[in-house]
C-alpha cells in the first residue's frame, strides 16, 4: 500500500487528467492529421511541411508571459490559474471543430491556417496545463506525477488518434474531429475541482509599460543567470532532434508500406497505446531507483537506438510482426523518457515564473527537429528512402546523449534544479516518491 498510495493522491491523479486535455490536440496536427491528408491524395512534401505548425507550439515562449500576469476580465475571480485554464479550453474546442470543418482537396491553404490555430490554440492551453502541474506537485511526487501526466497525455493522443481512425472509416472526418473535441474537458473540470495551486506565486500587479516589459524578460534573465545556462538550452535544443524527425515521417512509412487504417489503429495506437504506458511504469520506477542523472541518460540512449527499429521495418516490408516489434521499442523508450526527461525539465523552473519559462523550455525541446522536419523531411525521404532516413535520426540523436553524459559529470545536472524541484517536501533530483 505505500508504493500504491503515491499514486493516489490527489495532485497526481489531477497531473492524468491534464495529461488526457494536453494530448489529444497534439494529435489533432500530428498523426491524425498526416493521415488525412495521406488518404486525400496530398503529396508527400506538402504533407511534411504542414508539420511547420507545431512551431506555434515552439513559440509559446513568446506569450507564455501573459499566463503568469494578465488577469482575465470576470474569469478572473476563479483565479490566475483555473480563468486561464477555463479559456485556453475554449479556444481548443473550438480551433478543433474548426479544422473539422475544412476539405483538404478543396483548399489546402485553410487546412493549414486551421491546423496552425489549433498548434496556437493548444500551446496555450499547454502553457496553463504545464504550469498548473508543476505547482499543484510537490518535488516529492515530480517524478510519480510526472509519470501520471505521460499516462494522461498518452490516453488523450492515443486515444484521440484511435478514436478518429475508428471514426473517419466510418462517418467521416468532419464527425472524427468534433468527438475528439471533448478531450479538452478533464483539465477544465480538474481545475475547477482543485482550485488554484498551492506552490503558486501571485505576480505583482504591472501597471504601466515598464512593469509589463519587465513581466516578459524577467523570466529569461533568471533562467540564463543561472551557472551553465547556455549548456542546459543546448541540451534542452538537440536532445529530441532524432526522434522528432523520426515521429513526424512515421504515418508517411506506414502508409508507403500499404498498411490500412485498422492495422494501424491496432499496432501503432493499439500496441503503441500499451507499451507507452509500460515504458512509464519503468520510467517511474528507474527514476526513483536511480535516481535524476543516471535515469535520463538511460532513457536517451534507449530513444536514440528506438529509431533504428523503424529502419528494421522499412527494410522488411508491410509485416504486422515487424510493426509491432518496432512500435514496442520505440513506445517503451519513449515512455521511459517522458518521465525521466520530462521531470528534469520541470525542476529546471523558478516558481516564480513557472509558465513562462516552462514554455521556453518545453518549447525548445523540438524546435530543430520540427523546422527540419517540415522543410527537408519530405525531400529526404524521398531522397535517401526510410532505410537510410531512419539511420539517419539515430545517428543524430547521439550528440544529446553525450552532452547529459558530460553535464551528470560536471555536476552541471545537480546545480541547475530550480525551486520547482526542491520547493517543499523531498528533492526532485533523489527520484525517490519519499
Not at 473517419?168 to 488554484?196: D, F, M, N, Q, S
Not at 515521417?249 to 500499451?274: K, P
Request: charged share 15%.
Amino acid at each position: 500500500m505505500d508504493g500504491i498510495r503515491p499514486y493516489v493522491e490527489r495532485a497526481p491523479l489531477a497531473a492524468l487528467a491534464l495529461g488526457v486535455s494536453s494530448g489529444f490536440p497534439y494529435s489533432m496536427i500530428a498523426a491524425t492529421l498526416t493521415t488525412r491528408l495521406a488518404q486525400s491524395g496530398i503529396d508527400k512534401k506538402t504533407v511534411t511541411a504542414f508539420s511547420l505548425a507545431f512551431l506555434v507550439y515552439n513559440l509559446k515562449f513568446l506569450w507564455a508571459w501573459m499566463v503568469d500576469g494578465i488577469r482575465l476580465p470576470l474569469l478572473s475571480r476563479l483565479g490566475q490559474r483555473v480563468s486561464w485554464m477555463l479559456l485556453a479550453g475554449v479556444l481548443v474546442i473550438a480551433a478543433v471543430a474548426n479544422l473539422a470543418l475544412v476539405d483538404p482537396v478543396a483548399s489546402i491553404g485553410a487546412t493549414a491556417t486551421a491546423a496552425i490555430l489549433v498548434g496556437a490554440a493548444g500551446a496555450t492551453f499547454d502553457i496553463v496545463i504545464d504550469a498548473y502541474r508543476i505547482e499543484i506537485l510537490e518535488p516529492r511526487q515530480l517524478g510519480i506525477g510526472t509519470g501520471m501526466n505521460q499516462y494522461g497525455w498518452r490516453i488523450g493522443s492515443a486515444g484521440a488518434g484511435a478514436l478518429a481512425l475508428v471514426i473517419a472509416a466510418r462517418v467521416g472526418w468532419e464527425a472524427a474531429y468534433l468527438a475528439c473535441a471533448t478531450l479538452a474537458l478533464p483539465a477544465i473540470l480538474v481545475a475547477l475541482w482543485l482550485g488554484e495551486p498551492a506552490r503558486y506565486r501571485p505576480p505583482t500587479e504591472r501597471r504601466g509599460v515598464a512593469q509589463a516589459v519587465g513581466a516578459i524578460w524577467r523570466p529569461f534573465v533568471e533562467f540564463f543567470a543561472r551557472p551553465g545556462a547556455v549548456v542546459i538550452l543546448l541540451f534542452i535544443l538537440i536532445h529530441k532532434i532524432g526522434d522528432t524527425l523520426g515521429q513526424l515521417v512515421l504515418r508517411l512509412l506506414l502508409d508507403d508500406l500499404r498498411f490500412s487504417n485498422d492495422e494501424i489503429a491496432l499496432w501503432d495506437v493499439g500496441v503503441g497505446f500499451w507499451a507507452y504506458l509500460v515504458g512509464v511504469f519503468v520510467g517511474g520506477v528507474m527514476y526513483a531507483r536511480m535516481g535524476l542523472k543516471r535515469s535520463v541518460l538511460a532513457s536517451l540512449v534507449l530513444m536514440a537506438v528506438s529509431n533504428a527499429s523503424f529502419a528494421l521495418l522499412a527494410a522488411a516490408g508491410h509485416s504486422n510482426a515487424g510493426l509491432a516489434g518496432a512500435i514496442l521499442f520505440e513506445n517503451i523508450a519513449s515512455g521511459i523518457g517522458g518521465v525521466t526527461i520530462v521531470a528534469y525539465l520541470s525542476a529546471l523552473c523558478d516558481l516564480r515564473f513557472t509558465a513562462a519559462q516552462y514554455a521556453l523550455i518545453s518549447a525548445s525541446t523540438s524546435v530543430v527537429g520540427r523546422v527540419l522536419t517540415g522543410t527537408t523531411a519530405g525531400a529526404m525521404v524521398e531522397a535517401m528512402g526510410f532505410v537510410n532516413y531512419y539511420l539517419m535520426t539515430t545517428a543524430v540523436a547521439l550528440p544529446g546523449v553525450a552532452l547529459f553524459w558530460w553535464m551528470g559529470r560536471s555536476g552541471l545536472v545537480d546545480r541547475s534544479v530550480g525551486s520547482a524541484g526542491i520547493e517543499g517536501p523531498g528533492d526532485a533530483r533523489d527520484g525517490a516518491p519519499a
